[in-house]
């Protein structure tokens, strides 16, 4: 899958360090790929999910507990800018 190009828009606000996506995107959107990737019960186990703020990303992690062979909270990384994800692991 190609890369799409920045707007001219977006490199202004770049540039300019514009924050754009809030806390509250980034934890909405990290729970709707939750939900569409691995289903409505897994973002169920990771509940509750805790936002942290941190240089020019937001850390979004959950709290499942790990059990032998199962996944274990999820960490993911979202852009400020433009709410890019940048991380998404177990």
């Known amino acids: ?13 770049t540039a300019a360090e514009v924050q754009l996506i809030s806390s509250t995107t980034a934890l ?10 691995y289903g409505s019960e897994e973002l169920t186990a990771q509940e509750p999910l ?18 032998q062979y199962d996944r274990g909270p999820i960490e993911a990384s979202v852009s400020k800018l433009d709410a890019a994800i940048v991380s998404l692991t177990f």
């Open 1 to 13: 899958m190609k890369k799409p190009e920045r707007d001219v828009s977006m490199i202004v606000f």
């Open 28 to 37: 909405a959107l990290i729970k709707m790929v939750i939900t569409d990737y």
């Open 50 to 67: 805790k936002v942290e703020g941190g240089g020019y990303v937001w850390k979004v992690t959950g709290s499942r507990v790990p059990k």
